[in-house]
C-alpha cells in the first residue's frame, strides 16, 4: 500500500472521477526538513533542480521565474544550479528569481568543472579555474555567497589535494559555506575524506549522484560510504530522465525526448538496453496504476525514503512538470511494495548502464595497455 501522511491535504476535483485520473490540487502544510550530512543545516526532501531553465530547456526566463518561485511556495527552501547550465544562463535566471528578499532563506547550490568553452584551463577542478569560476557564479547568481560548491565530476588530470586546498580557501574567504561532489565514486569519496582530515582542508559534505528505480548502482557502495563518513546525498535523475514519468509505457504512443540526439545511448529505443528500460517502466507503470498513484509519485518517494537521501532533485521543465512531482514529499510506500519494485529491479542493479553517467577511466584502453 502506498500512504499519504498527514502534512498536506488532497482536494478531488472532476477529473478524479476517471479510474486513473492523474490531475491533483495540493496543499503542503510543510515539508519535513532534513539534516544536510552534519552540517547542522536544514533542507527540504526535495531539490529545485534547474538545468531545464533556461536555453537547455523552458527559454521563457518569467516562466522560469514563476517555477522556482512555485517551488519555494511549496515549501522548497534548496535549489541546485551549475555554471554549464544553458552555458551560465541558468544562474542568471536563479539569481534573479531570488531577488527581493528570497536568498537568505534559501539554500543555494551550484557546480563547477563541466567546459565552459574551448579553453583546456576554463573546465576541470584546478586551483586557478576554481578562483576564477567561482566569482563568475557569484555574479550570475546575484549573491555574496554560495551555500552549497560543487565538483561536477572527478577530474583525473588534477590531485584533490589541489580541489580541497582551493575550496577550502573559498570557505575562509566567506565566498562559499561548505564544499561537495557529483558522481565520484566511493573511492574518491573516501580518498577526498582523508586527504581533508590527513591536511587539515574543508571537507566534502554531500555527495550528489544519479539514482532512481532503473538506477540502483549506487546502492553498493556509493550510499553506505556516504553514510558511514556523514556525508548527505543530493541525488539527482529521480525519475530517469523522464522514463518514469508515467509516459514510458507499451502500447501507447511513446514521447520523444528533447535529449534522444543529444545522448542516443539513453534513450534510443533501437538499442536493447532501452528496450528494457522500457520493460521496466512498463512494468513499474502496472505496479503504480495497482496502488492508485501517478508513477512519477511512486518514483520520487521510493528515492527521498532511501535512508542514506537526503534530497532528491526535481528538474521541471514546466509549471505542469513541477506541481506533478511535490505530491511526492507526502508519499510513504509500505515493505510489500518495496519489495515488488525490488523484483522488477533488483537493489544495486541499473538497467542500462550508460545512465549511471561516469566513464571510469581505469577502464579505458590507454589505462589498461602498456
Known amino acids: 500500500m502506498v500512504l499519504r501522511n498527514a502534512h498536506s491535504e488532497l482536494f478531488e476535483t472532476p477529473e478524479r472521477s476517471a479510474k486513473h485520473a492523474t490531475r491533483r490540487c495540493y496543499m503542503f502544510s510543510y515539508m519535513v526538513l532534513r539534516s544536510l550530512g552534519r552540517t547542522g543545516v536544514k533542507v527540504s526532501p526535495l531539490c529545485l533542480g534547474t538545468m531545464m531553465l533556461g536555453g537547455w530547456g523552458n527559454e521563457d526566463p518569467a516562466a522560469s521565474t514563476r517555477i522556482i518561485h512555485r517551488a519555494l511556495d511549496a515549501g522548497i527552501n534548496f535549489i541546485d544550479t551549475a555554471d554549464i547550465y544553458a552555458r551560465g544562463e541558468t544562474e542568471e535566471i536563479v539569481g534573479k528569481a531570488l531577488a527581493g528578499g528570497r536568498r537568505a532563506d534559501v539554500v543555494l547550490a551550484t557546480k563547477f568543472n563541466r567546459p565552459m568553452d574551448d579553453d583546456l584551463n576554463h573546465r576541470g577542478n584546478s586551483r586557478r579555474w576554481i578562483m576564477r569560476e567561482v566569482e563568475a557564479s557569484l555574479r550570475r547568481l546575484n549573491t555574496d555567497w554560495i551555500d552549497l560548491y560543487q565538483v561536477h565530476r572527478p577530474d583525473p588530470d588534477t590531485d584533490i589535494d589541489e580541489t580541497l586546498s582551493a575550496l577550502s580557501d573559498l570557505v575562509h574567504a566567506g565566498k562559499i559555506r561548505y564544499i561537495g561532489t557529483s558522481t565520484f565514486p566511493a573511492s574518491h569519496i573516501v580518498e577526498a575524506q582523508w586527504s581533508a582530515k590527513a591536511h587539515g582542508f574543508e571537507r566534502f559534505v554531500t555527495e550528489q549522484p544519479p539514482y532512481s528505480i532503473l538506477v540502483r548502482a549506487v546502492e553498493n557502495d556509493v550510499l553506505p560510504t556516504c553514510q558511514r563518513h556523514g556525508i548527505g546525498v543530493i541525488t539527482w535523475s529521480p525519475i530517469a530522465g523522464g522514463w518514469l514519468s508515467g509516459s514510458y509505457r507499451k502500447g501507447v504512443v511513446l514521447p520523444i525526448s528533447r535529449r534522444l540526439d543529444r545522448v542516443a545511448h539513453r534513450f534510443d529505443l533501437a538499442r ?94 590507454a589505462a589498461r595497455r602498456r
Request: glycine share 4%; net charge negative.
Open 272 to 365: 536493447p538496453e532501452n528496450q528494457r528500460k522500457l520493460d521496466a517502466a512498463d512494468a513499474l507503470g502496472v505496479l503504480a496504476d495497482e496502488v492508485g498513484i501517478p508513477l512519477i509519485e511512486l518514483a520520487i518517494a521510493w528515492v527521498v525514503n532511501h535512508p542514506a537521501i537526503t534530497s532528491a532533485i526535481i528538474g521541471p521543465r514546466t509549471m505542469d512538470h513541477l506541481e506533478s512531482q511535490l505530491p511526492s514529499v507526502n508519499v510513504s510506500i509500505d515493505a510489500e511494495v518495496l519489495d515488488r519494485i525490488d523484483q522488477i529491479v533488483p537493489p544495486g542493479a541499473t538497467v542500462n548502464v550508460a545512465d549511471q553517467v561516469y566513464d571510469n577511466p581505469a577502464l579505458l584502453p
